[in-house]
């Protein structure tokens, strides 16, 4: 369902640049990110159109964009394609803006449709350098999209060397930007709903995707010495899995932690997360290799200190001491003692979560909106004509 809102901010931003984002994912991360980023924009006087997957999880939230559900992993949606196609070719969109690392195979198909509407320039938030499951023709399929692209975002400055020696990105195409809460709407529209809690736990929740990379297995090994120094401490786990879970719930059972630490193998509704992140004394993030976080982004816009691993741009965000504890990846005792200390020290956990407070409203999706706005218009000024430029490439 579209907003009646954003008919109205089409309408009356003529003088804005024309934009399509392209996100093909419904739910999660991705489109989070892109939802902000395109109300910001739209909000600062652009037509911004989204194309996303069916069942666009924020379909029913305020916003002054139009959204239109295209994609469906499951089955063809033929008219939903034409409508796009129309869409664009009466749109004409300036910059088209292609939003993930899940599907590049389907970028290329859409860059090669699009790149005929004439004057559109592409540009490219990955967001993930790589999809969460890596095939062979990967590799070779980004590089091709990336030389197409005229200018690269990435959510981490640790990210910028991996795009420029795999996949041969000049750096003066690259533009690096922090994330924002991407669930600042769920605290304005969403009555949370509260997680089953004992009282008096201390709750401590690592929420997202669950996969390899994460290093759950490592916060699972860490938890009897956090629970042995904060009895009172709960753990919980909570996301949708991408990876076999049997070996985390037998580590929970060989552990004997099956009553202390809670694993919610699902993807939770807005109002849960709400509820989850509400009742957690911290965050933690134990990922072993990766490029950035949402999750850490919302954790800071909950108010909540951070622990994580010096991997994927963590500590580009988080500041150790500051605004949270940053310790070595796969290292059980390191971040045990962290969740410990952050637990049981009042005065350094009150000092942090202040803290948290003031970096949160540091970062504003309203300021990577005009960065944003400024590398589009930079890449509509090189050359007279964009398609030109482009055509060049082949």
Not at 157 to 169: P, S, T
Request: proline share 7%; net charge positive; aromatic share 8%.
């Amino acid at each position: 369902m579209e907003s009646s809102n954003a008919t109205d901010a089409l309408k009356t931003a003529a003088d804005g640049l024309r934009i399509l984002f392209i996100a093909p994912a419904p739910r999660a991360g991705t489109v989070q990110y892109t939802h902000n980023l395109a109300d910001a924009l739209a909000q600062r006087g652009h037509r911004v159109v989204l194309a996303t997957g069916v069942g666009f999880e924020l379909a029913d939230y305020p916003r002054s964009y139009e959204a239109i559900e295209v994609f469906d992993r499951y089955r063809p949606r033929p008219l939903r394609l034409l409508r796009f196609l129309w869409t664009c070719l009466t749109f004409r969109p300036q910059v088209v803006h292609l939003q993930g690392a899940q599907h590049p195979a389907l970028y290329i198909l859409l860059w090669a449709m699009l790149r005929m509407l004439g004057s559109t320039c592409f540009v490219y938030t990955p967001q993930d350098v790589l999809p969460n499951s890596l095939r062979p023709y990967h590799i070779r399929a980004f590089r091709y999209l990336y030389a197409r692209m005229r200018h690269v975002f990435l959510n981490a400055k640790q990210n910028e060397a991996l795009v420029i020696d795999n996949f041969g990105v000049l750096p003066d195409r690259i533009t690096v930007l922090p994330i924002a809460d991407l669930t600042a709407f769920v605290r304005k529209h969403v009555i949370p709903e509260p997680p089953d809690i004992p009282p008096g736990k201390k709750v401590v929740l690592c929420f997202g995707l669950i996969e390899p990379r994460k290093g759950i297995h490592t916060l699972l090994s860490a938890a009897p010495e956090v629970l042995r120094q904060v009895p009172e401490a709960l753990l919980l786990i909570v996301g949708k899995p991408l990876m076999d879970i049997a070996p985390l719930q037998r580590q929970l059972t060989d552990l004997g932690l099956l009553e202390r630490v809670r694993l919610v193998p699902q993807y939770v509704s807005f109002a849960q997360m709400a509820g989850y992140f509400s009742a957690a004394q911290l965050l933690v993030l134990p990922y072993e290799n990766g490029w950035n976080s949402g999750v850490l982004a919302s954790a800071f816009g909950f108010g909540k200190p951070v622990i994580a691993t010096r991997v994927g741009g963590f500590d580009e965000v988080v500041q150790d001491e500051v605004t949270g504890l940053l310790v070595p990846a796969k290292d059980p005792a390191a971040l045990a003692q962290a969740i410990a200390r952050l637990l049981i020290d009042e005065e350094l956990y009150a000092r942090m979560a202040e803290n948290v407070q003031v970096a949160a409203r540091n970062i504003s999706w309203e300021a990577i909106a005009r960065t944003t706005e400024a590398r589009y218009e930079d890449v509509l000024g090189i050359g007279a004509n964009c398609a030109v430029s482009q055509a060049r490439q082949h």
